[in-house]
């Protein structure tokens, strides 16, 4: 079956500007992760879901950063004004229940802030 | 605060070495420990997966170890291939946790032909 999709692969935009990514879970998984990798670093856990809630949006760095999911589905990750220290490699995760040991990941989306 | 550490950073090796990577944690209450390969552009696969009850998981030429009281964990790769040459991530679930994972920073590691 289809994996873990992400739109787009690759962003580059300009400081200031808003950015939205997008993830497209495994079917029937109703947990959602958001990670970001910087250059040469660990992966840095951003938010979660389970089903379309978020109950814990503490990993999010800054109030500029936002992420919605719909209908057990599709989620968006949304940065406003852009910074340099924004840009990374954006990951997505879904497993079948928050419990499940094994997440399965997207191929990422490579941003750059100009 | 739970920090998990890999040594080296990087490694090359030729092709049809045994090799080891290590992964250090500083905190022992650990759910699980999951070692994963991440390739350019593909994102990351799960490898190993081992409880906190267990001291080791096998697969294929990969073998992983858990010494929880001590905060290690390595990964063998056995007869290593040109096809091995990726970033192997380490990462911890801690007990107080029910989802998040705790990473480290990756070995790049290169099988030279």
């Known amino acids: 079956g289809a994996g873990v999709s992400q739109s787009p692969s690759n962003k580059v935009t300009e400081k200031g500007k808003d950015v939205e990514l997008r993830c497209d879970p495994i079917?029937?998984?109703?947990?959602l992760y958001w990670y970001r990798q910087r250059l040469g670093q660990g992966l840095e856990f951003l938010i979660y879901?389970?089903?379309?809630?978020?109950?814990?949006k503490s990993g999010l760095p800054s109030d500029r950063f936002s992420a919605e999911r719909t209908g057990e589905s599709v989620s968006t990750l949304t940065i406003q004004r852009t910074q340099q220290e924004d840009s990374a490699v954006y990951l997505c995760?879904?497993?079948?229940?928050?419990?499940?040991?094994?997440?399965?990941f997207g191929p990422g989306t490579r941003l750059t802030v100009l | 605060k739970q920090e998990v550490t890999q040594i080296p950073a990087a490694l090359s090796v030729p092709e049809g070495e045994n090799l080891v990577l290590n992964c250090s944690f500083t905190?022992?209450?650990?759910?699980?420990l999951q070692w994963f390969r991440q390739d350019p552009g593909k994102g990351l696969t799960s490898l190993l997966l081992?409880?906190?009850s267990q001291r080791e998981q096998t697969s294929g030429r990969l073998n992983a170890s858990l010494d929880k009281s001590s905060g290690r964990s390595t990964l063998y790769i056995a007869a290593s291939q040109p096809g091995d040459s990726a970033t192997y991530l380490c990462?911890?679930?801690?007990?107080?946790?029910?989802?998040?994972?705790?990473w480290g920073a990756g070995t790049k590691l290169i099988i030279k032909p």
């Open positions: 995760a879904s497993s079948p229940g928050l419990h499940s040991d094994t997440q399965y």
């Open positions: 079917s029937g998984h109703t947990a």
């Open positions: 879901f389970q089903g379309n809630s978020a109950p814990d």
């Open positions: 905190d022992s209450a650990i759910y699980n």
């Open positions: 081992i409880q906190s």
């Open positions: 990462a911890v679930r801690p007990v107080d946790s029910n989802y998040q994972l705790i």
